[in-house]
């Protein structure tokens, strides 16, 4: 079953995606196997042995009926992670062109990027792969036509307003504009997922040199974070 | 402690299970056997856990040595299965012998299994022994890959069934999804007119269709959000080519998606030889419903389909081999191995 708080992505339903996805989690409903939310929506996976949909939509009505989700408070225990990262070179090789359809030039495109923190609006997709946004409007690029076949781990994308890190090696049509030492997912780890959905990343430029230096020999490439309040 | 080894290995082997639940949220979609329905019935078969690990063989090869006496089951795409030289009956469960040494090859393509008493002990990630290799957890067998046994408390073997028909194609049946209104009515009927086949290029995530005539894609430049997929779920990608979703698909997608095949249904589609004919029919929700309760009652029953496995001694190349490597019904029963003939 699906809770869709609109079609279009903004921040009142983005918000309403993430609070009601946590009251559904905590209601623990009998019968409901996961649920996930996206970037303005709830699914919700049942166990048809167990209840049944109309059963179902009773108690999410409720839940729904709580409060107005999108003037809910966002998740608790959020994290604000300074993240370094490296803008162009061949490790974020896209940069002069997504700047170019942003109308930037590369140099104030990546003072865009770093400028403020950016809120983690998803996970999904691969595990652990967050979703950053809103940049300003200039940044509403298309994704390219074709698909990029690889970028790493670690890897930094845009489009659509979003900033997305890749916690998988993987094809995307997303630009590539610059490289992050984060490993966004690990599986060995106790707590396996790096980022929660209300975290925020600020970006610190830094160059190809430092950037290395940090991947080889710093935890979480030099990440930090500090908590929200 | 028991264990298997890999003598020979082609690519598309994996440990697999019924998966995890619980980390859709974070972008770990469940995983898990491509046919779940395979898995109950190795578990019926050898009269344990359906969350028993066992091997997952995509249209592969493989020779493997056991350590120890073990009860296997084989379930799913049919395989020559040779034990010792001697030809194992598929859909089955059998008794082999420490040191039994094992072959399959493939027939006809699809996901076939094999499981062992007391499942496949990997340790645990994340809660399910199953490969995830989208999400790189786990890996591919190879040559010289070494598995460990769980113990096995049971003594039964020598069990066949005739399974679930879905190893030729056939209709698929889907429920509409939140976009299906978004294709013209035209659109739909087409596609449930249509006869489609597996493009050859597929893997745990996704299987294109092939089809002769025109696309599927909705030709209004709609952009939709992306909000979460599930296995079954069939996207209509940029060209107009439906892709169905399998069970190691991407928590997320923004392509519409013009219906969700059942649950039960998938196995029709994984286990389609590559030439088979599939088509898609709309069900109600109401019937979706219906169909996978009764299906779930099935699956809870197999067990009482089980019967000896009997064969054609004429057909039997070496029947000592035979007796050594496979039980009747329950292999301390001597009564019954007395009558097998």
Not at chain 2, 278 to 297: N, P
Request: hydrophobic share 40%; charged share 20%.
């Amino acid at each position: 079953m699906l809770i869709r708080f609109g079609t279009e992505l903004t921040e009142a339903a983005n918000r309403a995606a993430l609070a009601c996805h946590a009251a559904i989690e905590a209601a623990a409903i009998p019968g409901v196997e996961e649920s996930a939310a996206s970037l303005t929506s709830v699914y919700v996976r049942f166990a048809l042995m167990r209840t049944d949909h109309s059963a179902l939509r009773i108690v999410l009505e409720q839940i729904l009926a709580q409060q107005d989700w999108s003037q809910a408070s966002l998740p608790q225990g959020r994290r604000l992670w300074h993240v370094p990262a490296v803008f162009g070179t061949e490790l974020g090789p896209q940069l002069a062109e997504a700047a170019a359809l942003a109308s930037l030039a590369p140099e104030d495109a990546i003072a865009a990027l770093c400028a403020q923190p950016l809120r983690v609006q998803t996970i999904g997709f691969a595990p652990g792969q967050p979703y950053l946004g809103q940049l300003p409007s200039a940044w509403d690029i298309p994704r390219q036509t074709g698909l990029t076949p690889r970028v790493p781990q670690g890897a930094l994308a845009v489009a659509i307003r979003q900033v997305v890190l890749f916690s998988v090696s993987t094809p995307t049509g997303w630009r590539h504009v610059g490289q992050t030492a984060l490993r966004l997912f690990r599986p060995d780890h106790p707590d396996p997922f790096l980022l929660r959905p209300g975290d925020e990343v600020l970006f610190r430029p830094v160059t190809r040199d430092a950037f290395e230096t940090l991947r080889a020999t710093a935890p979480d490439g030099g990440a930090t974070s500090e908590r929200l309040r | 402690m028991a264990e298997v080894i890999f003598h020979r290995a082609g690519p598309g082997i994996t440990v697999q299970d019924l998966g995890r639940t619980g980390y859709l949220a974070q972008g770990l979609s469940r995983g898990g056997a491509a046919d779940r329905l395979a898995l109950h019935e190795g578990a019926t078969l050898l009269g344990q856990d359906p969350h028993c690990a066992a091997l997952e063989i995509a249209g592969s090869f493989l020779s493997l040595e056991l350590t120890a006496p073990r009860r296997i089951a084989l379930t799913g795409a049919p395989m020559q299965a040779v034990c010792d030289g001697a030809a194992l009956v598929w859909h089955a469960s059998h008794a082999l012998p420490a040191g039994a040494r094992l072959d399959l090859s493939p027939r006809t393509g699809g996901y076939s299994y094999l499981h062992f008493g007391g499942g496949i002990d990997l340790p645990p990630l994340l809660g399910a022994r199953a490969a995830h290799l989208a999400a790189g957890l786990g890996q591919m067998i190879k040559a010289g890959t070494r598995l460990p046994l769980g113990h096995d408390p049971g003594h039964c073997s020598g069990q066949t069934f005739t399974p679930l028909a879905r190893f030729d194609g056939g209709l698929l049946r889907m429920v509409a999804t939140p976009q299906t209104r978004l294709f013209p009515k035209a659109i739909c009927a087409r596609f449930t007119q249509t006869q489609f086949r597996k493009d050859a290029r597929a893997n745990r995530m996704g299987q294109k269709l092939l089809w002769d005539g025109a696309g599927f894609g909705l030709d209004t430049g709609l952009q939709i959000l992306s909000d979460t997929i599930v296995p079954g779920d069939i996207q209509i990608t940029g060209d107009g080519a439906p892709f169905v979703l399998l069970s190691e698909c991407q928590t997320t997608g923004g392509y519409p998606r013009i219906g969700t095949v059942l649950p039960c249904d998938l196995g029709r589609l994984v286990q389609a030889p590559p030439e088979a004919a599939l088509h898609f029919t709309f069900v109600s929700l109401q019937e979706a419903v219906q169909i996978e309760r009764t299906e779930a009652a099935r699956r809870e029953t197999l067990g009482k389909s089980l019967r000896p496995l009997l064969r054609d001694p004429h057909d039997m190349a070496d029947l000592l081999a035979y007796q050594l490597i496979s039980g009747v019904t329950c292999g301390d029963d001597l009564e019954s191995e007395r009558s097998w003939f």
